[in-house]
């Protein structure tokens, strides 16, 4: 039995690595200028960003620390339950901090709206929003980001970081996931 390769679960390739990797550059040297002797900290959520923080912060040429949260209202589905479950904190204190909230994709933005009330109750001194994704017409929250490489439509999208099941985390583009793959 042959084994079949992720790239066939794919119904196309929506942003290139390539094209990745170019904004990823811009986006850090906007970051660069904006927080030039600030010390800010990037706040990762998990699982989803780190592909993209990793590249990220090496795109940024300034001194910064960096954390991670764990947080989820998806659960293993397809669409929020608008419930979000924190399931790893913050390790450091934010408290006068410039944090950056670095996340894969910005969706219903019901997450990253419970989240960023949480954190302003910690008392940083500002608190922006990094996406790599946007996806405006899922959204359910009043929220957006203050940097977004790629405005996405509203299909199921994988790879870069961002998974189906677990599954298609690994991939070095964004692709467009086939439906008969999340709806059997």
Not at 23 to 46: C, H, W
Not at 52 to 78: E, K, P, Q, W
Not at 128 to 146: E, G, N, S
Request: charged share 30%; aromatic share 10%.
């Amino acid at each position: 039995m042959q084994q079949k390769k992720m790239d066939d679960a794919i119904l196309n390739v929506l942003i290139s690595e390539r094209e990745i990797a170019r904004q990823i550059e811009i986006l850090g040297s906007k970051l660069t200028s904006e927080y030039a002797d600030r010390n800010p900290m990037f706040v990762g959520i998990l699982k989803g960003c780190f592909v993209f923080m990793s590249d990220l912060l090496r795109s940024v040429d300034i001194y910064c620390d960096m954390d991670f949260m764990a947080v989820s209202s998806y659960g293993d589905g397809t669409i929020t339950t608008g419930a979000v479950k924190i399931t790893k904190d913050l390790n450091r204190d934010i408290e006068g901090r410039d944090v950056i909230i670095v996340e894969d994709i910005l969706d219903s933005g019901v997450t990253l709206s419970y989240l960023k009330s949480y954190l302003l109750n910690r008392n940083p001194k500002s608190i922006k929003i990094v996406t790599l994704l946007d996806k405006p017409t899922r959204r359910k929250a009043d929220i957006k980001p203050d940097y977004s490489c790629f405005e996405v439509p509203d299909e199921f999208v994988v790879g870069y970081g961002l998974d189906y099941a677990e599954q298609y985390r690994n991939l070095p583009y964004i692709g467009i996931l086939k439906p008969e793959i999340y709806s059997e």
